[in-house]
């Protein structure tokens, strides 16, 4: 098979890989739709993480499921599935919590499963998933084809911009700051919109993004950063600050930017993917109750009150796909978003 691989900083290629095999009695192997570029998967690209091997790149996919082990008993041949970015059993402690990013035996694309077994990762034309009737969730047919983007961003970013909102206790009369305008932002902002906040205030720098988040459901959009970002959202709110803020980025920077845009009292969701000495400012937290809540985002918990939402139209965070290409032309791919020309990017094997 064809997958995506990343050697060095900068150097993305697509080659030849073996096929996956069945390695497990509880796996799948999934031929891939439609996977796509992270925006976490630029922290190795740019040299941020550093690289110690050659990675099979991506974590995010839908798929055709063509072989299932022994012992697995909720999917089959031939079923649609959306696999989450982690691994899980669905069945520990952790998981019956709602917490599945956090599983007792959590495994990630491109790595070894908790059975030490090697994994590819999502970006190619075939992936063999442990744990399947843990991991993948079923679409059931007949749907529309159009709705692949969306069903797609359920594996990570709709589901991960959620968790923020989730996380920052977002619901209906909320007033929600998102800071981070790119596709986990954006799917905040959605998500908090969706839950009913009565403001949302999109950090956009970006005409394009910034387009797409009122699209999305927000109310305003600031460009400004650090404190004149924090006096624009007080003007806006006439002298206030907003209940919550979502951290959708990963940086010391995002952090600040977020606890410094909610009230005291408020609260701040993060999930953006830690990067370089990112740290939580204890100090700014305590003399104003901020409460901070977040993580790895439990995308297997989610996927199935979202799904619904995709299929009737009711939402579509499949428009964060701005750019869709060849699996062929990753490399591509990684540049358009790491020179920001593009939002994120959809990759569909050949068929």
């Not at 063999?128 to 993948?136: F, K, Y």
């Amino acid at each position: 098979m064809k997958a995506a691989f990343l050697h060095a900083p900068g150097d993305v290629r697509v080659e030849e890989a073996p096929d996956p095999v069945i390695l497990a009695p509880t796996d799948a192997i999934v031929r891939v739709t439609a996977a796509c570029v992270c925006g976490s998967d630029l922290w190795p690209y740019r040299g941020v993480s550093k690289i110690r091997r050659t990675l099979a790149m991506g974590h995010e996919l839908v798929g055709l499921v063509e072989e299932v082990g022994a012992e697995v008993t909720t999917v089959k041949p031939g079923d649609f599935v959306i696999s989450p970015f982690t691994f899980s059993d669905n069945s520990c402690p952790s998981c019956r919590r709602g917490f599945q990013s956090a599983c007792d035996h959590i495994g990630f694309f491109g790595s070894r499963d908790s059975q030490g077994l090697a994994t590819v990762g999502a970006q190619g034309e075939l992936a063999r998933i442990p744990l399947a009737d843990g991991s993948l969730i079923v679409v059931r047919a007949p749907f529309d084809q159009a709705l692949v983007p969306g069903l797609l961003s359920l594996s990570d970013v709709m589901s991960t911009g959620h968790h923020a909102a989730v996380s920052a206790e977002v619901g209906p009369g909320s007033v929600v700051v998102v800071v981070g305008d790119g596709a986990v932002g954006l799917s905040g902002v959605l998500a908090a919109s969706r839950l009913g906040a009565e403001r949302v205030i999109a950090m956009s720098r970006h005409q394009d993004r910034a387009e797409l988040a009122r699209a999305f459901g927000a109310t305003d959009v600031v460009a400004e950063r650090g404190a004149d970002g924090i006096a624009a959202i007080s003007a806006l709110l006439g002298g206030e600050l907003a209940d919550a803020a979502l951290e959708c980025v990963g940086t010391e920077e995002s952090m600040d930017q977020a606890i410094g845009s909610v009230r005291p009292g408020g609260r701040v969701g993060y999930v953006g993917v830690p990067a370089g000495g990112s740290r939580l400012p204890i100090q700014m937290l305590f003399p104003r109750n901020i409460t901070v809540g977040g993580g790895t985002a439990p995308a297997r918990h989610y996927i199935p009150e979202l799904l619904p939402d995709v299929l009737s139209g009711a939402i579509d965070p499949g428009r964060v796909f701005d750019l869709e290409l060849p699996l062929e032309d990753a490399a591509e791919g990684y540049a358009a978003m790491d020179e920001r020309r593009a939002i994120k990017v959809l990759l569909r094997p050949a068929a």
